[in-house]
């Protein structure tokens, strides 16, 4: 017999099945093992076919593993909305490092709670109520940090388990993850799997074989990956910390979560919810459009009369570091009188704000790029700034131009050089630094009881820190600087520093205990740092979307980034170029900015120039990518344009 095979592996680049013989009989979503060029990879079977024209080669092995039909459905539609070669799509499906000898099927056991959950709040209740009573499958739940959106998710599963349909729930890191399994865990019991590409290869494979032979609901907890799990039936999918630039998949294919996530629940006529305390301006958008429901939470979960006190500092005040170049002598006091009471402190620096931009020091003045209103990049070979969007150029002033002021400067600051700084004034205090990368979130996941008991002193954190812990003992938290996240050269870098400020805020003044915030800035009286601490998401999101109107950027118009790669910064320009001028040709109705260099134009040996599409219509888009070179790289709904 003949059958079609998707194959599932990158050296694979074509758009259509393979076809294959093998004596035995297969079925549709049956996963096997077949030849491709000189190696063999996993495949999934699509169907039957005649005898074909041509010599075929042998499927080589198959299991009693198959993906269910609407992981098929979703595969298809995932080719035509995030258009990649197939064999990547397929590899997304697959199981890893299958091997002819598979597991028993594991018994499916019923568990009662292991664990009293806590009373819901008159805000909970209502906000469920209101959600189980829609009509529509879609929800946003805006709720502010500390209101308890973990507890809404444990009681909507709960529900869903009850009907026999499974539960996915997406977290935004690796990282993040041990979390809601250890809540989930101790609720559900044996009914919870977690999946993400750092536990074994064999951890994973039982994952995915137990997913896919589960005539019952289970509670699949994972990073965006999760969204593959072969699940027959699902009846909840719910996406945590929803507005984290995590979910977008920063390789082919370069989906979204939240759209494919939408998509899902869609096939399985699943509810979707959305749960964040800063949700994205495209979200929000869409949702109001729509009339799609916005629940809101304000209420902190546990009832407490503690408060906490916000102080603001100018960083332009220099008499204020004496002590330390980055840190106020007066977040310096809260620091040494924390740890004398055996208090937690947090100190927040933004990972990517270590690029070097022209900022006075005197008044505040930051380079802006007149076109794009982001930030201009110094370039320190050629002594300009640049905008990495529509590249605009201009010279380095020899004095501010609001004020006047010698005092230009090049700010950068790093989380280790702020490690080191607090090790020398804090010598005999226990400290931890998060940084983001890989390693650092698995060991943020490892250190997570540590984290919550208190052992650590000190954390020093970008992103990955503020996300999704409670920790009793925190009672100073300190942003180094709130401004660094304004100065990346992007569109979405205010909604980034709204987000992050908001959630830095949010670690304390959760019911535990007093707290104060330390927010270091060279602009107190902005208009965006009063709205992120007092989470006046209407006031930042009403001016938000008129910048985004009228620079034509998302909600207003669809983006398509495009890049060239090449051994040189000169025949990528070229590339890029000559490309571009073939676009506007060809397609009149689009808006094309650039060519531009990449924020960081050399990787790895190649340099990179881009440029940007944007459309009203999506699919304008799509016929664009069909018929793109293939020394062309391209990325739809890109998270940012850097």
């Not at 990073?223 to 507005?243: Q, W, Y």
């Not at 979200?283 to 546990?302: G, H, S, V």
Request: hydrophobic share 35%.
């Amino acid at each position: 017999m003949y059958y079609r095979v998707f194959a599932a592996s990158q050296r694979y680049h074509g758009n259509e099945s393979l076809t294959y013989k093998y004596e035995k009989k297969l079925k549709i979503g049956q996963i096997v093992e077949v030849p491709l060029l000189s190696k063999s990879v996993l495949g999934i079977v699509e169907g039957t076919s005649n005898k074909p024209k041509f010599t075929t080669k042998s499927i080589l092995d198959s299991w009693d593993l198959y993906l269910p039909k609407k992981s098929f459905t979703l595969m298809q539609w995932l080719q035509s909305y995030y258009p990649a070669p197939l064999g990547t799509l397929t590899g997304l499906f697959t199981p890893p490092n299958l091997t002819k000898k598979l597991s028993p099927i594991l018994a499916e056991t019923s568990t009662s709670n292991t664990m009293k959950l806590p009373d819901l709040t008159t805000e909970q209740q209502v906000v469920l109520k209101s959600i189980e009573s829609s009509k529509l499958n879609s929800v946003l739940l805006h709720g502010n940090t500390g209101t308890g959106k973990t507890r809404v998710y444990l009681e909507l599963s709960k529900k869903v388990l009850a009907l026999g349909k499974s539960v996915v729930i997406l977290t935004p890191e690796i990282g993040l993850t041990g979390v809601l399994l250890d809540i989930f865990s101790k609720t559900f019991g044996e009914k919870v799997l977690v999946t993400h590409s750092d536990m074994t290869p064999k951890e994973r494979r039982l994952s995915w074989i137990r997913a896919s032979r589960s005539n019952s609901g289970l509670i699949v907890i994972g990073p965006r990956s999760a969204l593959f799990t072969p699940l027959k039936n699902i009846g909840l999918v719910i996406m945590d910390e929803a507005h984290d630039s995590a979910y977008k998949q920063e390789k082919s294919p370069y989906y979204q979560t939240s759209r494919v996530a939408a998509k899902i629940a869609a096939i399985h006529d699943a509810r979707f919810v959305m749960g964040t305390a800063t949700p994205l301006v495209s979200d929000y958008f869409t949702f109001q459009n729509k009339n799609l429901p916005i629940e809101r939470m304000t209420k902190l979960a546990i009832s407490s009369e503690t408060t906490s006190s916000v102080k603001i500092i100018d960083l332009r005040n220099k008499v204020d570091f004496t002590r330390s170049p980055w840190i106020a002598n007066t977040l310096l006091d809260a620091i040494s009188t924390a740890l004398k009471r055996k208090e937690q402190i947090l100190l927040f620096l933004n990972r990517r704000g270590s690029a070097r931009l022209v900022l006075c020091d005197n008044c505040g003045w930051q380079a802006m790029c007149p076109h794009c209103d982001i930030s201009l990049t110094y370039h320190h070979d050629t002594y300009n700034m640049r905008c990495h969007s529509c590249d605009f150029k201009d010279r380095v002033p020899t004095a501010c131009p609001s004020c006047a002021s010698n005092e230009l400067k090049f700010r950068s600051i790093g989380t280790k050089a702020l490690e080191i700084e607090i090790s020398k004034l804090f010598a005999g205090a226990t400290i931890s630094r998060f940084d983001g990368d890989t390693s650092k979130l698995q060991s943020l996941n490892q250190q997570r009881q540590d984290l919550q008991s208190g052992k650590i002193d000190i954390l020093i954190g970008t992103q990955s820190i503020v996300k999704g812990f409670d920790l009793p003992k925190l009672s100073v938290v300190g942003i180094i600087q709130a401004d660094s996240s304004l100065q990346i050269p992007d569109y979405t870098a205010s909604e980034l520093t709204y987000q992050l400020i908001s959630q830095v805020s949010g670690r304390i003044n959760r019911g535990h205990r007093q707290g104060s915030l330390f927010v270091q800035t060279f602009e107190p009286e902005s208009r965006l740092l009063e709205q992120s601490l007092n989470k006046d998401f209407a006031s930042f999101y009403k001016h938000e979307l008129q910048q985004r109107k009228l620079y034509n950027f998302p909600p207003y118009a669809y983006l398509l980034k495009i890049s060239c790669a090449r051994s040189s910064s000169k025949s990528a320009y070229t590339a890029c170029s000559n490309l571009t001028d073939k676009l506007r040709s060809q397609h009149s109705n689009l808006t094309i900015d650039g060519p531009a260099p990449r924020f960081i134009e050399k990787i790895a040996g190649r340099y990179s120039w881009h440029l940007v599409i944007k459309s009203k219509s999506r699919n304008r888009l799509i016929e664009v990518i069909k018929n793109l070179p293939n020394n062309c790289t391209f990325d739809i709904d890109p998270r940012d344009l850097l």
